[in-house]
Nanobody, 118 residues
Framework: QVQLVESGRGLVQAGGSLRLSCAAS?????MGWYRQAPGKQRELVAY???????NYGESVKGRFTISRENAEMTVYLQMNSLKPEDTAIYYC???????????????WGQGTQVTVSS
């Protein structure tokens, strides 16, 4: 069982930046983020594998960057050029398979609120 602990929630103005981090209690291949805004479906934001391969959702490409510190079992999400539509609860997630992560990750964090004001 892997536990995920997020940090970095915040309120920021449009155009601003915010960094989220997520620490895992054990080694796992794929780590990343989903988000869910009120009244909307859950959306894959980004993920990164142990080997450093990354994948981004279309709505965040070019603005968000995911990175990983394997020794610390921590993943980071640097969010730049934030827009009001980025407002959501962001969930750290993890799975040993990329296919599993894309469908429904095995492990989830508690979620952290990100609010972008216009």
């Amino acid at each position: 069982q892997v536990q995920l602990v997020e940090s970095g929630r915040g309120l920021v103005q449009a155009g601003g930046s915010l960094r989220l981090s997520c620490a895992a209690s054990g080694s796992i291949n794929v780590m990343g983020w989903y988000r869910q805004a009120p009244g909307k479906q859950r959306e894959l934001v980004a993920y990164i594998t142990n080997g450093g391969s990354t994948n981004y959702g279309e709505s965040v490409k070019g603005r968000f960057t995911i990175s990983r510190e394997n020794a610390e079992m921590t993943v980071y999400l640097q969010m730049n050029s934030l827009k009001p539509e980025d407002t959501a609860i962001y969930y750290c997630a993890a799975d040993n398979l990329r296919s599993g992560f894309r469908l429904h990750p095995d492990y989830w964090g508690q979620g952290t609120q990100v609010t972008v004001s216009s």
